[in-house]
């Protein structure tokens, strides 16, 4: 397979096929005005914390690409309960923490080659240390679908096409 790939918006040329994309932000957080985020949100690389009642970590989904040696990947975020972000906090450097039942939560980024991906059900299953947590998203979301049968290369072209177009209108 081609490991050159171009975007077809700006015409950029990529050193292989960028297959890893994400947010530094949970969806709400874009909602906050600019100069009330220093007083209203507490947000560390995985766990966000907005108002003292809204509560957000980050996980990966990931879509198996069956044709290719590698999958397509969204670090996304999610909410978590106030009780779920307790117990996360207190299991994060416990290597016992792969044991630890999943929860539920929303999903929290918007997936430009998915439509609207905003408060899509999903479940988060914690991961090794060192490692953020795999979000198994609703099989009943095209996600979801891709997500338990895989995708082909060509559609993974396809949205990472969608995807860097989004980007650069936005």
Not at 1 to 28: Q, R
Not at 105 to 121: C, D, E, H, S
Not at 157 to 162: A, D, I, P, R, W
């Amino acid at each position: 397979m081609d490991t050159s790939f171009t975007c077809m918006c700006c015409g950029k040329s990529y050193e292989g096929v960028p297959l890893c994309f994400g947010t530094d932000f949970p969806y709400h957080y874009f909602a906050i005005p600019e100069d009330e985020i220093a007083a209203r949100v507490e947000i560390t690389e995985s766990l966000c914390v907005i108002d003292e009642a809204y509560f957000f970590h980050r996980g990966r989904i990931t879509i198996p690409i069956i044709d290719h040696d590698e999958n397509l990947i969204f670090n996304v975020w999610t909410t978590i309960s106030r009780e779920n972000f307790e117990i996360r906090n207190t299991i994060w450097n416990d290597a016992e923490r792969i044991n630890h039942p999943p929860c539920f939560g929303w999903l929290q980024t918007n997936i430009p080659a998915y439509g609207n991906t905003i408060n899509i059900k999903t479940m988060v299953h914690e991961n090794e240390v060192g490692l953020i947590p795999d979000v198994e998203v609703d099989p009943e979301h095209p996600i979801g679908q891709n997500q338990l049968n895989g995708i082909t290369y060509q559609t993974a072209l396809e949205k990472v096409q969608l995807i860097l177009s989004s980007l650069h209108a936005g």
